[in-house]
């Protein structure tokens, strides 16, 4: 059983930094893709940061530039650098991990962390 645990959510200024970490346990993190998302009431949860058991990232367009994940796989722990932060990012940020055992993938979720940027 996989348990994703984050903490480093926060309230900070617009054009601040915070850098969310998302400790799992268990032995497949250094074999599974993992992920942040982030959602705001009234929407659907959307990716903002992926990053596979390679290394190779991908960002939604609105973070690009702003935001680094990268994971410490001695650690078993994925972080979320985010800077110049906007009051568009305010939302809980979920971490993810998807486990794949050949044919079949296995999505386990973090209980968020909220982050919360003033204007």
């Known amino acids: 059983q996989v348990q994703l645990v984050e903490s480093g959510g926060g309230l900070v200024q617009a054009g601040g930094s915070l850098r969310p970490s998302c400790a799992a346990s268990?032995?497949?993190?250094?074999?599974?893709?993992m992920g942040w998302y982030r959602q705001t009431p009234g929407k659907q949860r959307e990716l903002v940061a992926a990053?596979?058991?390679?290394?190779?990232?991908n960002y939604a367009d609105s973070v690009k530039g702003r935001f680094t994940i990268s994971r410490d796989n001695a650690k078993n722990t994925v972080y979320l650098q985010m800077n110049s932060l906007k009051p568009e990012d305010t939302a809980v940020y979920y971490c993810?991990?998807?486990?794949?055992?050949?044919?079949?993938?296995?999505?386990?979720w973090g209980q968020g962390t909220q982050v919360t940027v003033s204007s």
């Open positions: 993810h991990l998807r486990l794949t055992l050949g044919p079949w993938e296995y999505d386990y």
């Open positions: 268990g032995s497949a993190f250094s074999s599974s893709a």
């Open positions: 990053i596979t058991s390679g290394g190779s990232t």
